[in-house]
């Protein structure tokens, strides 16, 4: 069984101009120990599918269909109280800016003694023992001293190792990293990059990397990066911008940037198909 | 021919801290001691992490802020020697594109007065003659003319983006800083401005300063590269010879950890020590060796220069001296 797996999960979000479709029909699964990576530029519902599955979408924000299940145990069936015992110690999450999500009136130490408390109990010197614990563990340098840091004494870098203990103190099943380094000097981020790889893979299971992207949006975004092999030359870029996510439109929602559109694409919206073995795609004229 | 612009020992100090009553004033060395010359019609990249300087040096160009000491030479006028009325003068020919089109544009003024905005201050033309050239520089920048009555708020990042081109271009400059211009837009519409400043640079012969912290973006763009790292440029050097053979250990790890959507062109990751340094607390010698994967002791006391290791590629590194050891061969 997989350990999270969501199906047909729709999110949306009732405005005075229209209801906003932000996540509408999203379904995939997670291994124990994989890593999934989900990618797209703003405002595609990156952000909705994680806050979904912790079910913490902001009012007006309202998941309106679909299953999420972990371990096999629906989370939309759970009531408050329920849903209370499943964040933080089964389901984490970090955040872009970690400045927002660490509370700036309590030592970073105390913070994550707290959590462990919560979801633990025990007793408060064995909480901050384990809090020096965690800091260790991602690599937080005098781990002893930095505990008694409040936030904004440390640096962007070790502001998000913090809260990555943090996440991790209460032992969850699955880690949720919405953007965790795109605050961070590229230096910083490829520690940061490397820390979560290190501890994703003492739990050990490789992460499956298609060689070759196969639907024309993935392909699109790629082009659209600096390469080496193709400094100076000019870039390729998506044309368009990315649709009205209040419009009822029928077909491929990708369809009207698409190069390689056909007729059927506008009139019907194309389901993931397994082309290869556990790659996905939505879309027919994919070249495969 | 001359350069079009000419930096030489440009510094720039900020004092901080000093609270009332208490506690002690600090010095900020922002920039420390940069040189570097660009051509006409050339583009030279400046790229490091925050706090390096590169975007102080992009201003001080300017004088958008006062230099502490250094020299700056203009089409071939001393910046810093020039009376008040002619350097007033001279700004014309140089202009800058910031990074945040959501925060540089007026939210009062309509995108037809942003732009005309440069015109109306140097008196270029008359109100018709402005609103001509208003819908020519849209058009430039691949806007209808129609985007004139329109408000930034109504526009797109991207859109904005375009508009703060076409006030930079109302002037006809010759040099361009464009200071982190594509940091804030998803990678489509980066890459429809990055191949909007490579056109607009054919076509109107301009020469830019680019600065940015995404290596590859600044790899694309430019023809020479600087690497800066706590105020000092470390490394300065041709695009390719900078790419292809890296001189000096930052800018290896730089290369390195810069992630590469390509999964075939793996590199061999230098994941450096700690953090940057403050730069109130600048390390001695070489102000990178406590990151340094290939620190020795005399890197801890003495300062590199930036010595000539290549055609037109310069490196502050005291490996150069045997630079077996620095590429590992």
């Known amino acids: ?288 | 021919m001359a350069p079009l612009v000419e930096v030489q020992g440009l510094e720039k100090r900020f004092s901080v801290g000093g609270a009332w009553l208490r506690g002690r004033r600090r010095v900020i060395h922002a920039v420390d001691g940069v040189s570097f010359a660009i051509e006409p019609g050339e583009v030279l990249g400046l790229v490091g992490e925050s706090g390096c300087g590169k975007t102080t040096t992009g201003r001080l160009i300017l004088r958008l802020i006062e230099p502490s000491a250094g020299r700056i030479r203009f089409e071939g006028h001393d910046l810093m020697a020039l009376s008040p009325p002619r350097l007033w003068a001279t700004r014309q020919r140089m202009q800058i594109v910031f990074q945040d089109p959501f925060a540089s544009l007026n939210p009062r003024m309509r995108v037809g007065s942003i732009i005309a905005e440069p015109l109306a201050i140097y008196e270029r033309a008359g109100a018709t003659e402005r609103r001509r050239q208003v819908s020519e520089l849209l058009d430039v920048v691949g806007l209808d003319p129609a985007f004139a009555e329109r408000y930034p708020h109504e526009l797109s990042g991207g859109q904005r983006q375009r508009i703060g081109i076409a006030a930079a271009l109302a002037l006809r400059p010759s040099l361009i800083v464009a200071d982190e211009p594509v940091s804030a837009l998803d990678v489509s519409v980066q890459a429809q401005v990055l191949n909007l400043l490579m056109d607009l640079r054919r076509r109107f012969g301009l020469t830019y300063l680019f600065i940015s912290h995404d290596l590859h973006v600044v790899l694309h763009m430019s023809d020479r590269v600087a690497v800066m790292y706590l105020g000092e440029i470390v490394e300065i050097g041709p695009r390719d010879a900078l790419y292809r053979a890296p001189r000096h250990p930052y800018t290896q790890v730089l290369l390195s950890a810069a992630p590469v959507a390509d999964p075939k062109l793996r590199r061999e990751r230098i994941v450096p020590k700690g953090e940057v340094a403050s730069p109130l607390a600048v390390p001695s010698g070489c102000r990178f060796h406590p990151r340094c994967p290939l620190v020795f002791d005399r890197c801890r006391v003495e300062r590199p220069l930036l010595r000539t290791v290549g055609g037109g590629h310069e490196a502050a590194c005291h490996l150069n001296e045997a630079p077996a050891l620095l590429t590992g061969a």
Not at chain 1, 84 to 99: D, K, N, S, W
């Open chain 1, 1 to 288: 069984m997989a350990l999270l797996s969501v199906e047909g999960l729709r999110t949306q979000f009732a405005t005075g101009a229209g209801t906003v479709r932000a996540v509408d029909g999203v379904s995939f699964a997670i291994e124990r120990g994989e890593v999934l990576g989900l990618v797209g530029e703003s405002g595609c519902g990156k952000s909705v599918t994680s806050l979904s599955i912790m079910r913490l979408v902001p009012p007006p924000g309202q998941i309106v269909a679909g299953r999420i299940r972990l371990e096999g145990e629906d989370l939309l069936d759970k009531d408050a109280e329920a849903m209370r015992r499943v964040r933080g110690a089964r389901i984490a999450m970090v955040f872009q800016e970690p400045m927002t999500s660490l509370n700036p009136v309590f030592t970073i130490g105390d913070q994550i003694a707290a959590a462990v408390l919560a979801h633990e109990g025990g007793r408060r010197r064995a909480a901050w023992d384990r809090a020096v614990e965690m800091l260790d563990q991602v690599q937080v340098p005098s781990p002893g001293e930095r505990a008694r840091d409040y936030p904004h004494q440390l640096s962007g870098g070790l502001r998000q190792r913090a809260m990555i203990a943090l996440a991790l103190a209460p032992g969850p099943q699955l880690l949720i990293a919405d953007e965790p380094t795109t605050a961070l000097d590229v230096t910083i981020q490829a520690q940061i990059l490397d820390l979560l790889r290190r501890l994703q893979a003492e739990r050990g299971m490789a992460a499956r990397i298609f060689e070759e992207p196969l639907h024309p949006y993935t392909r699109g975004l790629l082009r659209c990066l600096p390469h080496p092999s193709r400094f100076g030359q000019p870039l390729s870029s998506i044309e368009g911008a990315p649709p009205d996510l209040r419009g009822a439109d029928a077909g491929c929602p990708f369809a009207p940037r698409c190069p390689l559109a056909i007729e059927s694409c506008r009139r019907h919206e194309p389901a993931l198909a397994e082309r290869r073995p556990g790659h996905f795609v939505a879309c027919p004229v994919a070249v495969v």
